[in-house]
């Protein structure tokens, strides 16, 4: 089963998640895309976020009519930090490796270097890196040995791409620009034109559970 992970702390999920994950769908003909509500993110211990059982809920009222999309809560049952390299080897486990590819952001690309298991990431996964019309990422630039850069395939619209350990692709998407920090604020302002960026029900569950009625996103109800 042609699976892609798209890991995240959703606080809150919202249109340009989904858009992703139809378009990487579309592009590596997937079976289906998996929604990882991450845990604790290493590069964000430092910024408070919503507990994950709120951030888990609004996943899953985001996906509910979503036939080929499903949520995962692996990373939440992890003690500690939530690192990739450990969510793709179990995954890889279950689903082999030709057949899982992680989603990740192009602005991932500047400091991959630092992350856990960096060579074997790319020696022996599949990452698809996704940029914005107008951005440019310049892989012979990026922290990483020519080798590793070379495991990285720019590819444009018209390529076919597959799923293949050790090869990862950088492809532009015309996704939404929405910011999940500007989010969260234009929800604690009750701002009119929240339906732009999120689905109903996701809305109406953070305003219920007055999970942004301040600016650190902390939770007022259980």
Known sequence: MKTALLGGTFDPIHYGHLYIARETSRILHLDQVRFLVSGIPPHKRQVPISDSRHRLAMTELALINEEDFIVSDEELKREGLSYTIDTLEKTAAEL??????????????????????????LEEFCIFFIQRPGERVDLANISLSSRLRKRIHQIGTETK???????????????????????????????SD??????????????????YENRYGNTKKS
Request: aromatic share 8%; proline share 5%.
């Open 96 to 121: 082999g490796h030709e057949n899982i590819c992680f989603i990740a952001g192009s602005d991932v690309l500047r400091d991959i270097h630092s992350w856990k298991s960096t060579e074997r990431l």
């Open 161 to 191: 791409p597959r799923i293949k350990p050790g090869y990862s692709w950088l492809a532009t998407l015309d996704s939404p620009e929405i910011s999940s920090s500007a989010l969260r604020e234009k929800i604690r302002r009750h701002e």
């Open 194 to 211: 929240l339906a732009r960026f999120l689905p109903g029900n996701v809305l109406e569950y953070a305003i219920e559970h007055g999970l």
